[in-house]
T-cell receptor, first 112, second 113 residues
């Protein structure tokens, strides 16, 4: 599975959009980009995933560049409850056991 | 309420004792997973089960054992052979083994002294 690179931390003002970048320059054609987040001392929570096209759901939007070497997770209106570590993961879906390998992630602090 | 439950939230044991962590899901998911997380680190896969009565070793299975006798239950036993058992243990499930979305339980923080 391709490796990802994320900034270690970022701050965001409450009510503003948070844009979280992720580099995955070695991604292969059949690997998906997933985003999870983990609030302190809780289990990770799935946010969104995509292959080539941009995706949006009730939590966030995912913008993937045309060459697929990088992506951005957008939280449109950050709230204090969005303070968490956000993980970008690149994963090829296998028939047996999709292991989630979390890197360092980006520690996002939403400030009032 | 559908979801995954893990109990207890905090667990303390003496070195040399085996301990079993509970994981139950009522999502009717086929696949279940156990991960370990150390402070400031990502998750590492211990064991996974694609379907009832089947399980496979993950990356760090040594010192751990599991069973999957029921679809909704996937208990993890941390044995005395596990050299550094103190950690945060997370159970997850997914609809099938090839599902991209895993649902996580709240975790059990195990401290062995």
């Amino acid at each position: 599975d391709a490796k990802t690179t994320q900034p270690p931390s970022m701050d965001c003002a409450e009510g503003r959009a948070a844009n979280l970048p992720c580099n995955h320059s070695t991604i292969s054609g059949n690997e998906y980009v997933y985003w999870y987040r983990q609030i302190h001392s809780q289990g990770p929570q799935y946010i969104i995933h995509g292959l080539k096209n941009n995706e949006t759901n009730e939590m966030a939007s995912l913008i993937i560049t045309e060459d697929r070497k990088s992506s951005t997770l957008i939280l449109p209106h950050a709230t204090l409850r969005d303070t968490a570590v956000y993980y970008c993961i690149v994963l090829m879906i296998k028939a047996a056991g999709n292991k989630l390998t979390f890197g360092g992630g980006t520690r996002v602090l939403v400030k009032p | 309420d559908g979801g995954i439950t893990q109990s207890p939230k905090y667990l303390f044991r003496k070195e040399g004792q085996n301990v079993t962590l509970s994981c139950e899901q009522n999502l009717n998911h086929d696949a279940m997973y156990w991960y370990r997380q150390d402070p400031g680190q990502g998750l590492r896969l211990i064991y996974y089960s694609q379907i009832v009565n089947d399980f496979q070793k993950g990356d760090i299975a040594e010192g751990y054992s599991v069973s999957r006798e029921k679809k909704e239950s996937f208990p993890l036993t941390v044995t005395s052979a596990q050299k550094n058992p103190t950690a945060f243990y997370l159970c997850a499930s997914s609809m099938t083994a090839s599902s991209y979305e895993q649902y996580f339980g709240p975790g059990t923080r195990l401290t062995v002294t």
